[in-house]
């Protein structure tokens, strides 16, 4: 396995070219990725709503049918509710903004690099090691996102055929 120093050496010993191409590509991967988890978030939060709604839906119809003495319907429509609050309670954790490693930094982060009188070329190396880094880093991120959005549909795939058979087994 490479150490970080061989890797910001094979960085740093291509041509100025090659190596902007490199810090180039990775700022266009990164910004690619924040604009893929913006939208990540923005459907997390159109499924809670959507699993919220729902259960919220379902808990005025199970305590409706209960007295009515629709009992199966009710504990359909309760089970589907409940599935769906749950759904909705993972799909919330999927809401929260990813801190992803972006393209960039402050420009007193270069002070330490004027101080050390380090070259342009051994800087923008070292860029492309942390770019690249924080390329892989995104990645778990965001597939977090991803884990926690499937939970949260699998949890109301549970939910429907629960109203439906109720639904049907009631009304049949």
Known sequence: METQESTIGLFEGSDDRML???????????????????????KAVQVTVLFGTLASLGFPIALQAWPAGLERLALAAGSASTLCFFAALVSVAACFPDKLGVAGNDPANWLE????????????AETALHYDRAIKRNRIRMARRRFLLVASLVLFCFAAP???????AELG
């Open 20 to 42: 902007s191409e490199i810090v180039r590509q990775a700022e266009l991967r990164l910004a690619e990725q924040g604009e893929v988890s913006r939208a990540g978030e923005q």
């Open 113 to 124: 690099d004027l101080a050390q009188k380090k070259s342009l070329k051994r800087t923008m």
């Open 162 to 168: 629960a109203a439906i058979v109720g639904g049907v």
